[in-house]
């Protein structure tokens, strides 16, 4: 199979805000997402996914089955019904998962089949189309990571090389997703994912062990490995992922691989964490096969690639579940302004949001570019204030 060329189609920017809409607390309330932790990217993907739940007919929980109520939960027989999930065949791939899961794994099963808003299910909805179909995983990640991806031959969840082992971290750090690989060159290789949505990188921190610090030397990836930043909050677990990953490669469990990380445009402290740690890193030495780059893409853009791939229809439910925040942006302008004629919320806004609402707009599958997309466009340079 040939190399394959990635470019985020036009509709995309075309139909997304600079940043996310800002939900009010009469908003949250009238659309039972109130929750007083929440982030501002937070806040509004609850009430998306609350607005996704109602197309569906999906009930939510009620207070007696939660002690609070948060529209965002599924109720009881919704979830065991599988409906937290893109379609039954996924359903069906997460309960297998769930069952073969590797030993001491973090799965947490309430949170996979109950919350709306988790990264967890996401993962599943994500690339369990993905799993059940290694020829569209091919394209997808061809797209992606055209230098490193030849063809996907099985993705595993929740993984990791040695949890609680020595050689490793000694701790329980896994990766959401491996893709396991064979590069253009013919060598087997995994790409290691880590799947940002709501969070907002704010930590718990791992509690710190001495074999972190060694690892920090050992690994051989940092500018300083002394560097306080990397022991923050936001970058604490991107950097026990990705040690983790190069010492796959060095205690052989795989001969090649990568570490990527994916969140939403539109969440800016995901963003932001992820070019601050790319910051950290050493530059690049193409003489080195064994080191284990790292690459940062947005949610949007591996939706895209799905889209590209072919299969439109995955494509158009994980964008209208995850990153429709026009349909945010309606929801609460209605609430704040419900005398105003319909017409005014679909007016464009001063950022140039579009006048199309509640759908995203395909475009031709003639009219996509092949330019090759760096690590640097795939995710926007983004301020790192909180937003």
């Given at each position: 199979?040939?190399?394959s060329?990635?470019?985020p189609t036009?509709?995309?920017?075309?139909?997304?805000?600079?940043?996310?809409?800002f939900v009010s607390?009469?908003v949250?309330k009238?659309?039972d997402?109130?929750?007083?932790?929440d982030s501002?990217?937070?806040r509004?993907a609850?009430?998306?996914?609350?607005?996704w739940?109602?197309?569906?007919?999906?009930?939510?929980?009620?207070?007696?089955?939660?002690?609070a109520?948060?529209?965002?939960y599924?109720?009881?027989?919704?979830a065991?019904d599988?409906?937290?999930?893109?379609?039954?065949?996924?359903?069906l791939?997460a309960?297998?998962?769930?069952?073969?899961?590797e030993e001491d794994a973090a799965?947490d099963?309430?949170?996979?089949i109950?919350?709306?808003?988790s990264s967890?299910?996401?993962?599943f909805n994500a690339?369990?189309?993905?799993a059940?179909d290694t020829?569209l995983a091919t394209s997808?990640?061809?797209?992606?990571?055209?230098?490193?991806?030849h063809?996907?031959?099985?993705i595993a969840?929740?993984?990791s090389?040695?949890?609680?082992?020595?050689?490793f971290?000694?701790?329980?750090s896994?990766?959401?997703?491996?893709?396991?690989?064979?590069?253009p060159e013919?060598?087997t290789g995994i790409?290691?994912v880590?799947?940002?949505?709501?969070?907002?990188?704010?930590?718990?921190?791992?509690?710190?062990?001495?074999?972190?610090?060694?690892?920090?030397?050992?690994v051989?990836?940092?500018?300083?490995?002394a560097?306080?930043i990397?022991?923050?909050?936001?970058?604490?677990?991107?950097?026990r992922l990705?040690?983790?990953a190069?010492?796959?490669?060095?205690?052989?469990?795989?001969p090649?691989?990568?570490?990527i990380?994916?969140?939403?445009?539109?969440?800016?402290?995901?963003?932001?964490?992820?070019?601050?740690?790319?910051n950290?890193?050493?530059?690049?030495?193409?003489?080195?096969?064994?080191?284990v780059?790292f690459?940062h893409f947005t949610?949007e853009s591996f939706?895209?690639?799905?889209?590209?791939a072919?299969?439109?229809e995955t494509?158009?439910?994980?964008?209208?579940?995850?990153?429709?925040f026009?349909?945010?942006?309606?929801?609460?302008?209605a609430?704040?302004a419900?005398?105003?004629?319909?017409s005014?919320?679909s007016t464009s806004?001063?950022?140039g949001?579009?006048?199309e609402?509640g759908k995203?707009?395909?475009?031709?599958?003639?009219?996509?570019?092949?330019?090759?997309?760096?690590?640097?466009?795939?995710?926007?340079?983004?301020e790192?204030?909180?937003?």
């Open positions: 199979m040939s190399k060329k990635f470019h036009k509709h995309r920017s075309e139909n997304t805000f600079l940043r996310i809409p607390d009469t949250a009238h659309y997402s109130h929750c007083m932790i501002r990217f937070r509004a609850r009430l998306l996914q609350i607005l739940m109602r197309d569906q007919s999906i009930p939510n929980a009620a207070v007696e089955e939660r002690g109520h948060l529209g965002s599924l109720r009881a027989d919704a065991e599988g409906l937290n999930f893109i379609s039954p065949q996924v359903h791939l309960l297998r998962e769930l069952l073969l899961r799965i099963e309430d949170r996979l109950t919350n709306t808003l967890m299910p996401l993962v690339f369990g189309p993905l059940l020829k997808v990640f061809c797209q992606l990571l055209p230098d490193f991806v063809s996907v031959e099985r969840f929740e993984h090389p040695g949890r609680r082992d020595e050689r971290l000694s701790d329980r896994a990766f959401d997703a491996a893709v396991h690989v064979v590069t013919g060598e790409v290691y880590e799947v940002k949505y709501s969070e907002d990188m704010a930590g718990p921190c791992a509690r710190w062990r001495d074999r972190y610090d060694e690892a920090l030397q050992e051989g990836l940092y500018e300083n490995p560097s306080g990397l022991r923050s909050p936001p970058l604490e677990q991107l950097m990705h040690m983790t190069q010492l796959a490669v060095s205690h052989r469990i795989t090649r691989a990568m570490f990380a994916i969140g939403p445009r539109l969440n800016r402290r995901a963003q932001a964490a992820f070019r601050v740690y790319e950290e890193l050493l530059p690049l030495n193409d003489s080195d096969p064994t080191r780059r690459q949610l939706i895209d690639a799905i889209d590209v072919g299969d439109q494509a158009d439910k994980l964008w209208t579940r995850y990153c429709d026009r349909r945010v942006y309606d929801a609460a302008l609430v704040i419900p005398k105003m004629d319909a005014s919320n806004s001063s950022e949001t579009p006048a609402t995203r707009r395909s475009s031709p599958r003639g009219a996509r570019s092949t330019r090759r997309t760096s690590a640097a466009q795939t995710s926007e340079p983004l790192a204030t909180h937003g």
